[in-house]
């Protein structure tokens, strides 16, 4: 019979509460009016409206809900271009971090954290691309070497 233990279970709590975090999204308090918002995974078509919320969710009862609204439009404008820059597709998988400062009754954002999530065959393919062009390369090198007098 398995016994149980306090240590254990409680550092098993705590790495889940931590997955729970990574996956759906939330904030985390980092100091005194600085917080971490995350999206958790989503598809990249709908981050804006889970940045929107979770920026209501946690500043909702402490700034006007016509600065949140302008604060995040501002981070989703500049997200927006940097996913169509990174070339993510709109039914991709991303996760977004960014860190957020109150200060007054303004809201800044920090610049985002974009992860981005590859099923295995594209990465498996673009990894073979890559290492077809580091073969032509290689060769190209090794014939100007052997022009060199």
Known sequence: MATWKLEENIQRDMEKAQEHVELYGGH??????????????????????????????????ILPKEEIVRA???????????????????LDIIRI???????????TFSE??????????????RLEECEKKMTDIRQKIESLLEELP
């Open 28 to 61: 985390v308090l980092k100091a005194p009016n600085r917080y971490e918002l995350r999206t958790g995974i989503v598809i990249a078509a709908r981050f804006a409206d889970k940045l929107r919320r979770t920026a209501f969710a946690v500043f909702g009862g």
């Open 72 to 90: 995040t439009s501002e981070l989703n404008r500049k997200i927006y271009e940097k996913l169509v820059s990174m070339g993510v597709g709109k």
């Open 97 to 107: 971090t960014v860190e957020t400062a109150v200060e007054g009754n303004r809201l």
């Open 112 to 125: 985002p954290k974009i992860e981005w999530f590859l099923p295995y065959a594209e990465v498996q393919k």
